[in-house]
């Protein structure tokens, strides 16, 4: 159902409709967990378990309704925030001996009598563009310098940082631009809008269509947006023109509910959000 008040478009999906959308999802990371025990078991069963580097992730989140808001058009933790997870023989876990299986089958609709022992994590936000400079660096690759500006001259060099620090591996090519960085434990992302209200290609729109960019920036305390007018012939935002502005502090609002940002205006832009 979609209501449509004063120019608006709004999105309601009745309540039955929202569970069965919600069971749909979780039936298909059910289905996506098992596929993924048989793939890191098939690893064992073919001794591949020693020399293989794995590394598992998404390209993004997804609502279930979350602020009123479905699949992934948002720049809110619910559709950011993706799952990464390594393992690096003999570095994340010891190498299995003659016969034994690192990664045994355990079907997830089964009931387990223990637990597995978890791995080491880390609460820094990290950014997905490192996965090429930290799976280089893992493989004992040399890891390509920072891509200049303009980079259409340059044959290999990489946006993201080397997460190799956070492994503590003291044999492996650290990223020297970590320490003492302020941008250390920052993750950006954006996404674009057609129009100031909702309208009905807000979730997607054309690229001749941006209006405007909404740039967000999230630290461990807290998440920043900004919507900025956009120029989608040139590729260009204006930070001097902010639309709307979004600040939710993690620990009081885990689910960034409450928007703080007209209650703590009154300076000029984070330095770390303007280009």
């Not at 909404?214 to 989608?232: E, K, L, M």
Request: glycine letters at 6%.
């Amino acid at each position: 159902m979609i209501l449509h008040i004063a120019g608006r478009f709004h999105l309601i999906i009745p309540p039955l409709k929202s569970m069965k959308i919600r069971q749909s999802y979780f039936a298909s990371v059910s289905y996506m967990d098992t596929q993924v025990g048989h793939l890191l078991s098939a690893l064992d069963d073919l001794q591949l378990a020693n020399s293989t580097i794995v590394a598992f992730t998404s390209d993004h989140g997804w609502a279930l309704g979350e602020h009123g808001e479905w699949a992934k058009y948002s720049n809110f933790d619910v559709t950011t925030h993706v799952p990464l997870m390594f393992y690096v023989p003999g570095r994340t876990a010891p190498l299995p001996e003659a016969g034994e299986k690192l990664f045994p089958y355990i079907d997830p609709f089964d009931s387990i009598s223990e637990l597995m022992e978890p791995g080491r994590q880390v609460e820094d936000p990290v950014e997905l563009v490192s996965l090429f400079p930290t799976l280089a660096g893992l493989a004992g690759l040399h890891v390509p310098p920072r891509c200049p500006s303009p980079s259409f001259h340059v044959e290999l060099c990489r946006e993201g940082q080397s997460l190799l620090n956070h492994f503590q591996f003291h044999d492996l090519e650290e990223d020297l631009t970590l320490r003492g960085n302020p941008r250390e434990s920052i993750a950006y992302s954006q996404y674009p809008r057609p129009a100031d209200y909702p309208q009905w290609n807000s979730d997607k729109p054309s690229l001749k269509d941006i209006k405007f960019m909404g740039y967000s920036i999230r630290t461990i305390d807290y998440r920043y947006t900004v919507w900025v007018s956009f120029n989608p012939h040139e590729f260009l935002a204006n930070f001097s023109d902010v639309h709307a502005g979004e600040l939710y502090f993690v620990d009081s609002d885990p689910l960034q509910d409450h928007n703080m940002y007209n209650e703590t205006q009154g300076g000029d832009l984070p330095q770390l959000l303007t280009p």
